[in-house]
């Protein structure tokens, strides 16, 4: 028994929404991949840990100071602040290295808006 046009099209229009649905489906994961994929950098602008990279404004940006700090024991912290390019202040701590070298191990940004 053929059925009624009426439900044949009722059909035709049910597995349409679906194809919709589905359709939209894939383009939300689509977008949303990317923001999921970028919380996964390994570079780091603020906190602790090895993967803090350098900002405009720190001592290390553009590499080490040419100056070594010589009277300064191994192991010793020194603190930094400076303001970012957004004008918030930043503050970041340094340890000297066997080396001389400056070893960047931390960075707080301060994003107070109300204090000029």
Not at 4 to 14: M, S, T
Not at 24 to 38: D, E, F, G, Q, R
Not at 69 to 87: E, M, N, R, W, Y
Request: with cysteine.
């Amino acid at each position: 028994m053929p059925r009624p046009q009426f439900l044949q099209r009722a059909l035709r229009a049910n597995e349409c929404a679906a194809l919709s649905e589905h359709s939209m489906k894939i383009a939300w994961l689509t977008l949303c991949a990317p923001l999921l994929l970028s919380a996964c950098t390994p570079t780091q602008t603020v906190g602790y840990g090895p993967n803090l990279e350098p900002i405009p404004g720190s001592i290390t940006y553009g590499g080490q100071p040419r100056t070594k700090l010589t009277k300064a024991p191994v192991g010793s912290i020194v603190p930094h602040q400076f303001f970012d390019d957004f004008g918030h202040r930043v503050y970041e701590t340094y340890v000297i290295e066997p080396d001389r070298s400056l070893r960047l191990t931390s960075r707080r940004i301060d994003y107070d808006i109300f204090n000029d």
